[in-house]
């Protein structure tokens, strides 16, 4: 008898047990969650059509989260709606996501029934080309107005996504340091910065924790507030490059100065590296999602214990609440052989109690999309009495108090706009696929003046003169496209 095998045998008895009712859900994901990957997978049978799934009408579930906790809220998930709808089955797959994988799927005509989008700013080019199923309607029925602003992607009036989760990067410092070395949580740029510049090497410290290597995405998380603390965006609402702004450069330059007081060799790191720095307990500040104070619990108990979160103080223009965050989406093929029963799942999957399940996997880093779902966490996390939620309600607190000014410059291009923000917009930025990907510009930006030692103005300059051309270039071949898609 194989391990895995073995595994796959008590996943589908738990099953059994959770749809009689003889379990209940919150044992079976205990249980669910405490096998691997590979055992969750094959149990919810992704892949082809088996003797099991023929003469039956079969959604295919498209996912790139791959730990077992997860895998287990979706297992729990597919286990009551398949329930609730006889004839009807939802084959779990994982895979990558990505913008080649997913064209090759949907140029293949390939049923990916409901698949998260993970580059959502690709949304209305693949709306536009007849991928994605219109989801306006599912939208409707869930509540416009819950979701919150700025979640809502779509294309000349449709949605054509449902977002199910926000998250928002905030400064993470620990107290217990402050404390000891005489200092108070910063209030103000200039307060950061005197901070990671007197313990930056004091006693093996790291002053901040931040990383400008691995990931198309990691220089844009980490320098948008001191973007948007200037007063202005990478680009205007219209689609114009603001980034040559000159305040933006003295936000560039405001994050550069940072970086000097941090590991050199974070320079060309990534996400583990800085949790690791955070963890470890050698950085005094790191910037990240909610899943760090998470991994800091479970892996350092007394960092967490000392770890308070404020938002990023990084510039004069709303100092302290603009910063980086993204949303994650769900879209359904177009082509999909069961679309009502893939939309009934998507509501099932993103809304109520399932919604508040996933949001409560990560506290403080899956925050809800919904406004509703929102409330039932803060309840959740106010009334909590042991784990996670009871012992750093305060950081989970915060991270839902910030989330509405959190945005991604893809995706909310133009939110903040000559020293003036009226709140989070959905209104993509076609050509972010260019912008960020590869050795992305903002990174090289970085990185030349960090590593190369080059200067800071002339490499703003290239930069901006880089996304001018791409985003020139990218209208010139779409003449009839305009902003707010």
């Known amino acids: 008898m194989s391990a895995i095998g073995d595994e796959i045998r008590k996943i589908n008895l738990w099953e059994r047990q959770l749809r009689s009712g003889s379990m209940s859900r919150r044992t079976?994901?205990?249980?669910?969650?405490?096998?691997s990957t590979t055992a969750l997978l094959a149990s919810c049978a992704g892949g082809a059509a088996t003797p099991a799934t023929r003469g039956t009408k079969v959604i295919p579930f498209y996912t790139n989260e791959n730990d077992p906790k997860t895998l287990a809220f979706y297992k729990a998930v597919i286990t009551e709606f398949t329930a609730a709808h006889p004839g009807v089955t939802v084959t779990l797959n994982s895979w990558d996501g990505t913008v080649p994988t997913t064209l090759t799927s949907l140029r293949s005509k390939t049923d990916?029934?409901?698949?998260?989008?993970?580059?959502?700013?690709?949304?209305?080019?693949?709306?536009?080309?007849?991928?994605?199923?219109?989801?306006?309607?599912?939208?409707?029925?869930?509540?416009?107005?819950?979701?919150?602003?700025?979640?809502?992607?779509?294309?000349?009036?449709?949605?054509?996504?449902?977002?199910?989760?926000?998250?928002?990067?905030?400064?993470?410092?620990?107290?217990?340091?402050?404390?000891?070395?005489?200092?108070?949580?910063?209030?103000?740029?200039?307060?950061?910065?005197?901070?990671?510049?007197?313990?930056?090497?004091?006693?093996g410290l790291i002053g901040l924790a931040t990383v400008a290597g691995e990931g198309n995405l990691i220089p844009k998380q980490f320098l948008t507030p001191y973007v948007y603390q200037s007063g202005w965006d990478w680009f205007g609402p219209d689609g114009s490059v603001t980034f040559g702004e000159p305040e933006v450069l003295d936000g560039v330059k405001r994050y550069i100065e940072l970086l000097r007081h941090t590991q050199a060799s974070l320079y060309n790191g990534g996400y583990a590296d800085l949790t690791s720095a955070y963890v470890s307990g050698r950085a005094v500040f790191a910037t990240f999602p909610g899943r760090l104070g998470v991994n800091a619990a479970a892996q350092a108990p007394a960092v967490a214990a000392g770890t308070g979160v404020i938002g990023v103080p990084a510039g004069p223009f709303e100092t302290g609440k603009l910063h980086h965050g993204t949303i994650t989406v769900y879209g359904i093929y177009a082509g999909t052989a069961a679309p009502a029963e893939a939309k009934a799942f998507l509501k099932a999957l993103t809304t109520g109690k399932n919604a508040l399940t996933m949001a409560l996997t990560v506290p403080g880093h899956t925050l809800p999309a919904l406004k509703s779902v929102a409330a039932e966490v803060t309840k959740a996390a106010e009334s909590a009495t042991d784990g996670y939620l009871a012992q750093h309600r305060d950081l989970v607190r915060v991270f839902l108090e910030r989330v509405d000014t959190a945005m991604d410059p893809a995706l909310s291009m133009g939110a903040v706009h000559d020293h003036t923000f009226k709140g989070r917009i959905a209104n993509v930025a076609p050509w972010a696929g260019q912008i960020w990907s590869g050795s992305t510009i903002d990174r090289t930006l970085v990185q030349n003046v960090l590593i190369k030692g080059n200067d800071v103005t002339q490499e703003w300059r290239a930069a901006t003169e880089a996304m001018t051309t791409i985003v020139a270039a990218w209208r010139k071949d779409n003449p009839t496209w305009e902003p707010g898609g």
């Open 112 to 203: 990916l029934g409901v698949f998260n989008i993970a580059t959502v700013s690709a949304i209305p080019e693949w709306a536009k080309a007849g991928y994605l199923l219109p989801l306006t309607d599912l939208v409707q029925q869930i509540g416009q107005d819950d979701f919150m602003p700025g979640t809502r992607i779509g294309w000349k009036g449709d949605d054509y996504a449902v977002p199910y989760q926000a998250n928002s990067s905030l400064l993470y410092y620990r107290k217990d340091l402050l404390d000891k070395y005489g200092f108070t949580a910063p209030k103000s740029y200039d307060e950061l910065l005197h901070i990671v510049s007197e313990l930056n090497g004091k006693d």
């Open 28 to 35: 079976f994901l205990t249980l669910a969650a405490s096998t």
